[in-house]
């Protein structure tokens, strides 16, 4: 007798990064990785923090010659600055990216990339390829018809951009960050050093893991979750929630700078397969319209995206209280749900976040233009809950 089936095939896409290399002196393989590549002439786009405070910077750039280096790319990644580093990366000749530092650098290099790939020189051509989204969806996402230059990521923070093919850039006459996607942005190989990612400020060390937690609790409950995410998914939660808060405080102790950094990676190494909500939605937002860093949006936002989406993922709600320490034996989904939440705003406190947009600079008379941005950003459709104007508004208001 044939065996019933309960649900339709699935299909899983697996990470498109090549290689994973992490651990102290992780950057000693940049040469060997750079050859596999066939990367001769890289661009690096780095940190200017880095760049002018360490010699790390100067030291990778000399050890693969190297064309240039270009650094201080602005938060958020405007436009211009990306074109303004794609046309050096033409005018020398260059045939790779090397990004090194936060998110900024990161995107930035995917957005040279982009615009190597599809021939963008104004910022009037972004329009063809930043994916287009109406609620309640689906999104329009254009193809890359050419193959980018490979792009080697060594970061500095827990923020993930380098594990992912989609590029965050802002176009400041709409003030609203686009998103751009294409398999072949995504980082070839990523060099995970916790030398280099010693010397992140805390401030940003601590609001970036914050991002690696809110890629977790939004992919947990997402509906396109998995067995396979789940594993991953919560096994990072356990760690960034036993070792971030610690490392915060211990920058030298580069155990746990490579602990959160791996976790940072397995937060985000499955993206492809889930989805993201309303945390990330109204957050993109905030930083390209009032420049707030999107590790900070997450440390204001995820506890009330949690409780906004309580009512229909509760049960999935009550996996991350488990994750994070809290003891759900004795209690009920709904009660765990409630629980993880209060675990993840004990856990903001302890690191001393901001937690309240108020505390930003944000004001009530911003919610309109923030709300009707997050409602055309396509990451909004993968909530677990339907997200109306009203509702979004609503968590902006409780965050307040």
Known sequence: MAASR?????????????????????????????????????????????????????????????????????????????????????????????????????????????????????????????????????????????????????????????????????????????????????????????????????????????RAIDHIVEGVYSARHTPVTDAALLGALRILARDLPVSADAPDDLSLRTSCQVAAWMAIMHLKNISTGISHGLGHQLGAMLNVPHGVTSCILLPHAMDFNRPVTADRQALLASALGVDTSAMTDEQAAVAAAGAVRALLARMGVPTRLSDVGVQRRHFDALVAEALADMVIAGNPRPVTAADARAVLEAAF
Do not use: Q
């Open 6 to 210: 309960t649900s339709p095939p699935r299909i899983f896409d697996l990470p498109r990064t090549d290689r994973v290399v992490y651990g102290a002196g992780a950057r000693t393989h940049l040469r060997d990785e750079a050859r596999r590549l066939g990367i001769t002439r890289p661009l690096v786009v780095a940190s200017g923090t880095l760049t002018t405070e360490t010699p790390f910077v100067h030291e990778l750039a000399e050890s693969v010659g190297a064309v240039a280096t270009t650094s201080g790319i602005p938060a958020h990644v405007p436009r211009a600055a990306v074109l303004n580093v794609a046309e050096r990366f033409r005018e020398l000749d260059a045939d790779g990216l090397i990004s090194v530092g936060g998110g900024s650098p990161v995107d930035c290099a995917k957005g040279v990339a982009l615009c190597v790939a599809a021939s963008i020189g104004t910022e009037a051509d972004f329009d063809s390829y930043r994916i287009r989204y109406r609620h309640p969806g689906p999104p329009m996402i254009p193809s890359l018809k050419h193959l980018p230059p490979p792009h080697i990521s060594l970061p500095t923070t827990l923020s993930g951009a380098e594990f992912t093919a989609i590029a965050g850039i802002t176009d400041i006459a709409r003030g609203a960050k686009d998103l751009y996607a294409a398999d072949a942005l995504c980082p070839k190989v990523v060099l995970l050093d916790s030398e280099i990612a010693a010397r992140t400020p805390r401030a940003l060390w601590v609001s970036s893991g914050v």
